[in-house]
């Protein structure tokens, strides 16, 4: 069993920038594929972005350049940093561990906001 947990959401304003940790509890953080999905209101969740155990990263074309995902195997954690924010950013970001062995886990989500 993997927990997860969010931190670092809240308001900011237009061209602002967040940092996101998801921090993970339990053991063999390091072969979990790890990611970030959103939620707006009245949308679907959907991909932002997901570091391999390896490193390798991949984005949503709508965060590519401005977010970056990384993770410190050491600290049990996933972060993600959000740069030149936008209105349409708005959401709950959600972090998830997969792993073919031994599940798949999800965070309780953050509220990030982007207003002025």
């Known amino acids: 069993q993997v927990q997860l947990v969010e931190s670092g959401g809240g308001l900011v304003q237009p061209g602002g920038s967040l940092m996101l940790s998801c921090a993970a509890s339990g053991s063999m953080f390091s072969i979990y594929v790890l990611a970030w999905y959103r939620q707006a209101p009245g949308k679907e969740r959907e991909f932002v972005a997901i570091i391999g155990s390896s490193g390798n990263t991949n984005y949503a074309d709508s965060v590519k350049g401005r977010f970056t995902i990384s993770r410190d195997n050491d600290k049990n954690t996933v972060y993600l940093q959000m740069n030149s924010l936008k209105p349409e950013d708005t959401a709950v970001y959600y972090c998830?561990?997969?792993?073919?062995?031994?599940?798949?886990?999800w965070g309780q989500g953050a509220q990030v906001t982007v207003s002025s």
């Open positions: 998830n561990a997969y792993s073919s062995s031994w599940g798949d886990f």
